[in-house]
């Protein structure tokens, strides 16, 4: 598995490292940074609307040519559409536990550190995926102007 962070420095890296690494690996995970520990989040973290256009061709190449991908932490409506690989729930990283993560991240959902936690904005209440995703990363809600992005309809 080859993981990577869509960040303002290396977005445009990604399609061509994926075709690069194509064959090497048996699965690809698209995610999105959550930093903390002093790190200014403005620098590295994209806006999310500014990344609909990146992640979809992405996810088209890799429909195209059969390769596995995962898309993590990223709300289906930043894509604009529903797919099972599209993995937007609150789950704790691996081998995390409540002593992994250091006092001042600390909260009351199991062993996710505060910059983890997600949120339900208004548009959301109405989204036909409401109950596969979470919402958004607190964080992103702060530098996103999700005035652009459209609740998922339910198909007729």
């Not at 995970?29 to 806006?47: D, Q, S």
């Amino acid at each position: 598995t080859v993981s990577f962070m869509f960040m303002k420095q290396n977005y445009l890296q990604a399609l061509p490292l994926i075709k690069q690494l194509d064959g090497m690996f048996s699965r690809f995970v698209v995610g999105i940074p959550h930093l903390r520990n002093g790190v200014k989040f403005e620098k590295f973290a994209m806006p999310l609307e500014k990344l609909t256009k990146y992640l979809r061709i992405i996810d088209r190449h890799c429909a195209r040519n059969n390769i596995a991908v995962n898309f993590l932490d990223i709300p289906c409506c930043v894509f604009g559409y529903y797919k099972k690989y599209i993995e937007n729930k609150n789950y704790p990283p691996p081998l995390a536990s409540v002593r992994s993560v250091p006092l001042q991240y600390r909260t009351s959902k199991h062993s996710l550190p505060s910059y983890r936690l997600k949120k339900k904005i208004a548009m959301c209440k109405k989204c036909a995926v409401s109950r596969k995703c979470d919402g958004f990363l607190k964080d992103y809600i702060k530098i996103s102007d999700t005035t652009q992005l459209e609740q998922l309809k339910n198909k007729k």
